[in-house]
C-alpha cells in the first residue's frame, strides 16, 4: 500500500492518511505523506468508533479532500459514512476481500454481507482487488455497473525482483541462523487467528516428524492484545512443540531479503481479497501453497504456480507443502511460473494507473453531481 500511495503521489494526487496510531506513521512520513492519527479500534468498539467517525469527518472538513477513500475492515462501517458527511466530492471504497466468502454461514453471513451493502449504500463507488467479489457484486446489485471498478492488486516490481538480490539468500539464511540445505516453508501476515496461524504451527507439527530439515519462518505484523482473535506465535510454537524448528519475526522491512531465504510460501487463510504475501512471493521465484478460497485461488494455478488445498485441512496442507520439499524441481518450476504471472498481471504500475483513472473518472462524477 505505501508504494502505491507514493506512486499515485507522483501521477499527480496529493496524498494524506488518516489512520490509528499502529505504529507506522513515522514511515509513511519518511515517504513525503501527510499523516494525521485518529482514534481508531480494528473491533467494533462503539465508543472509540464514534470518536473516530467524528474525528475522520473533522479531519476531512479541514481538509477540504477531492476524494476519500477507505479501505477493509473498519473502513467498511465508518470511511463511506464519514465522507458522505464531510460532503467530499467523491467517497471511493476498495474491498480487499468481502468479510465474508463461499464458506460463511448462518448470523456471520448474514452480518456481514449486511456490513457490505451498508457501505456500498454510502459510498459513491467501489473498487475491487478479487474479481470473484467483483463479480458477486454486479450479480448482486450492490450498486450500477459503472460506479464497481476491478483494480486487482500489485506488487511493487521495482522493489521485488530476485535479480536484485543475487547472494541474498545465504546472507540472510546466516543471519536467521539457517543452513544452506535447510527447507524453508515462509508464512508473511497479520498475526491473526483468520489468516491460518494456527494451521501453520500444526502443518509445522506434522512435517517436522518427516523433514529433519525443515524449518518455519513466520513474518507477522501483530495485533493490538485487545484484538479479539489475535495470536501469540511463541505461544503457538510450545504448544504444538515445534520451537526448536520455527522462527518468528514481527515488523520487518526487509521482506525482499526475507523472501529469498523461503524455499516455500504458505497462506492457509480463511478470507482473502487479492494476497499481496502470495503476489510478493510470486515475484521472488518462490511456490506458494495457499486455501482453495477467493482471491487465493485467483492468483494462484493450480499445479503451476503453485497448490490449492482445501480449507482449514491441515492434512492436505502438509501434504501439499510436503510434495514441494521432496522435489526441488518441482519448486523451481513454480517459482519461474509464477513470477511470469505476477509480471503479467500484478504488477504494482498497472494496480496504481486503474486507482488513478478511477480518481479522475469519480472526481468528474462529483463534479456534475
Known sequence: MRARLMRLQEVGFAISVICGDRGYGDRLRECGLNVLPIPFA????????????????RALNDGGYDITHSHNPKGTLIGP????????????????GFLFNENSRGLHRFAAEGAERWCARWSDDLLFQSREDFDYARERGYKKPERLHLIGNGVDERRFDPDLHPRTRAEKRAE??????????????RLVREKGCIEFFQMAARLAEQWP??????????????????????????????????????????MPELYTAMDVLVLP?????????VIEAGAMNLPVVVSDIRGCREVVIDGETGLLFPLKDVQALAGAVGRLLADGDLRL??????????????TEART??????????????????
Open 176 to 189: 536467521l541462523g539457517f543452513a544452506e540445505n535447510d527447507l524453508v516453508v515462509g508464512m508473511v501476515t
Open 269 to 277: 487463510s480463511y478470507r482473502e481479497g487479492l494476497p499481496r504475501a
Open 352 to 369: 496504481t494507473q486503474r486507482v488513478a483513472d478511477c480518481y479522475r473518472k469519480c472526481i468528474e462524477e462529483g463534479r456534475r453531481r
Open 81 to 96: 459514512v464519514a465522507g458522505q458527511l464531510a460532503k467530499v466530492r467523491a467517497v471511493v471504497h476498495t474491498v480487499h
Open 333 to 346: 518450476a513454480m517459482g519461474k511460473a509464477g513470477r511470469q504471472r505476477v509480471m503479467k498481471h500484478y
Open 213 to 254: 530439515q525443515a524449518r518455519f519462518l513466520m513474518v507477522g505484523i501483530p495485533e493490538s492484545k485487545d484484538q479479539s482473535d489475535a495470536i501469540d506465535p511463541a505461544q503457538l510454537m510450545c504448544e504444538y512443540g515445534v520451537t526448536d524448528y520455527c522462527t518468528a519475526l514481527e515488523h520487518r522491512t526487509d
Open 42 to 57: 480494528r473491533e467494533i468498539a462503539p465508543w472509540t468508533d464514534a470518536r473516530c467517525l467524528l474525528a475522520l469527518k
